[in-house]
């Protein structure tokens, strides 16, 4: 068999010297060289002689078919070519060598004693580039199968897993298939979604490739479930403007459909999606709520979503001046309101922007109620400080009252002149 690529080359192994016919003063002898030749090269075969003197020399096949006979062509087969007849050296071509041409090439020289040399043909196949089977396929949190099969070679090629430059121990396998082998190497390796796109190579070696080797590069597929992630918008959201949420999703495969949704509720009007992107324009506090974004593949389900808060339009206070009006009879005068201004957006135009006046004093209202609490408080702090000071002072009187009573009783029972006690007490 012919391969794309073919290194033409002959390899003398070894040289064998047979026989040797002793015929008056002179010695006969035929040499035969070993070859080695890659598939679908050309071989060189060559019968070497010494002190030929004319005799019959045949060369013969692996089979014992004469293919030339004296130089003359016996055997019909155009593979083969005598190059060379001279006293010295015989040689004949053998083209696009397969193995089945493998064997020994027999010299013969016809004296009073045939004597024969054999030339061995070894065909080398090299391997081709091998190939990456896949058992199954490789789902997140579980192990891939992979086999790297070199399907022909001679002899059995050398197979090697390599990932990140360091090389994987895989089960090796070799099937004899009469001329050439066929050689296969298994690994089993856990996979995350990380090892997606991870890079292997399968690498061949052969003593036909002269050290180099045969590569076949392969990339974990490896399939997962999808993850989603909304991207939010920067700042705060006010009435009028513009909202755009940009739904990220990953996963193997890729979600292909990307749904929208209003958690209970429907999608404003206004919505527009495209893909993984959504809007609304001209937002109003009816667009407030929680808005989900859904994928999914065969391998899972993913969602995320996005809580959407509109705020009213910024508020500032205003003094508006009196206007002073008159009547032809009588006029009454004006005093200054305090209004509170804010700034909407026409409905007409929505980029533009007017003002608007209430006349609530929110502001106002809220400093006089803190100042009332606050002065409520510290009452109460004074009124409970001077009611535990008082109770206090009117004990202390109490207890001393009792002592004095204590006093005279006993000077009248110890029968002192009650005078004198009185005198002392009053004293």
Known sequence: MAFATVWNYCVPLTIITVACLVRTAHCQAVQAENVTVLEGGTAQISCRLQNYDGSIVVIQNPRRQTLFFNGTRALKDDRFQMVLFTPRLVRITLTNVSVWDEGGYFCQLYTDATHHQVATLSVLVPPETPAVEVKQEAVEGGEVELTCVSPRSKPAATLRWIRNGREIPGVVSQQDNGKTFSVSSTIRIPVERKDNGAALSCEAFHPALSGQKRIRHYRLDVYFAPTVRIVPPSGILREGDSLSLTCSVTGNPLPRNIQWSKINDTLPERAEISGPTFQISRLSQSHNGTYLCQAQNNYGRAADHYALLVYENVSVTTTVPPTPTTHPITSHPTTPTLLTSSFAPDPKDPGAVVET???????????????????????????????????????????????????????????????????????
């Open 357 to 427: 006046h209430s006349a609530v004093p929110y502001a106002v209202i809220g400093g006089v109620l803190a100042l009332l609490v606050f002065t409520i408080i510290c009452v109460l702090i004074v009124t409970i400080w001077c009611s535990v000071r008082q109770k206090g002072s009117y004990l202390t009187h109490e207890a001393s009252g009792l002592d004095e009573h204590g006093e005279v009783q006993e000077a009248f029972l110890n029968g002192n002149d009650a005078s004198q006690g009185k005198k002392e007490y009053l004293l």
